[in-house]
């Protein structure tokens, strides 16, 4: 199986949480419970798939979920593995901190039928530049799920691409300068960073396939999985991250 060392984060990693810190990750975990209930499917275990610094993972163990969360990136398990537990106000004080594994989503390390809830945010499966490995990560991911379970997938949006970016992006906050620039090339979307941090300097390039929503309909059927309804994030969440994006809630087999 080849690498898919494009869609890795590694040394921004460290950056991530920076960058990302106002992000309403509670407000995403509420829209995907929300998105099953609406399916019918009572949530107990939840899988975080391409977990990455694993906000959402711990704000859903936080609630007192059985969560168990895997990334292709060591380094954002790491730092993942190094968030406060019990997390914050919103937080519950008695459940467990989630599991977290490494794994890739072309080969979900799991049996089949543990999860309640498999979500994959944050546009992690564009990061499979090839149709065929998206087939087969959401094939592993409706296996994973249990009977009634729900699948639910945030794709990188057409309109979030063409509307929601603007050609740059520049971030100043706690010692952090980071300067990000997008180009579609066709399918591609070329995403390259520059920050420094604490008098040193890093730079790294990564890529993304835009699947439009005929395409990604086809894959999703091509994995076995039902797609249920797209969910809009914005403007059931008013905050800018959230225009743009849609919550795929799907069925798996059964």
């Known amino acids: 199986m080849p690498p898919v060392a494009q869609g890795a984060y590694r040394r921004y990693a460290l950056v991530y949480d ?21 399916q019918g499917t009572g949530v107990r275990r939840v899988l975080v798939a391409a977990c990455g610094t694993g906000s959402a993972a711990v704000e859903l163990a936080g609630r007192g979920y059985e969560v168990t969360a895997f990334d292709l990136s060591p380094e954002m398990l790491a730092m993942a593995a190094a968030k406060r537990w019990p997390p914050g106000p919103g937080g519950s004080s008695g ?6 594994v490494a794994g890739d989503l072309r080969a979900v390390p799991f049996a089949g039928g543990w999860a309640d809830l498999v979500l994959v945010l944050n546009a992690s499966i564009n990061y499979l530049l090839e149709p065929a490995e998206v087939v087969a990560a959401l094939g592993h991911l409706a296996r994973t799920a249990a009977p009634g379970g729900t699948v639910v997938v945030e794709p990188l949006s057409p309109r979030f691409v063409h509307e929601g970016w603007e050609p740059g992006r520049h971030v100043e906050r706690e010692g952090l300068r980071l300067d990000a620039s997008y180009e579609l090339k066709g399918d591609l979307v070329v995403e390259r960073l520059r920050w420094s941090l ?7 390039t990564y890529r993304q396939r835009l699947y439009g929503d005929a395409e990604l309909t086809e894959l999703l059927a091509a994995a076995g999985l039902e797609l249920a309804e797209r969910r809009p994030m914005w403007p059931a969440i008013p905050d ?6 849609t919550l795929w809630v799907a069925r798996p087999p059964g």
């Open 240 to 245: 800018q991250p959230a225009r743009g994006r």
């Open 18 to 38: 920076l960058v990302w810190r106002a992000a309403p990750y509670h407000r995403f975990v509420d829209l995907c419970l929300e998105a099953a209930a609406a």
């Open 198 to 204: 604490g008098g040193v300097e890093e730079a790294e």
């Open 95 to 100: 459940g467990s901190p989630p599991r977290l």
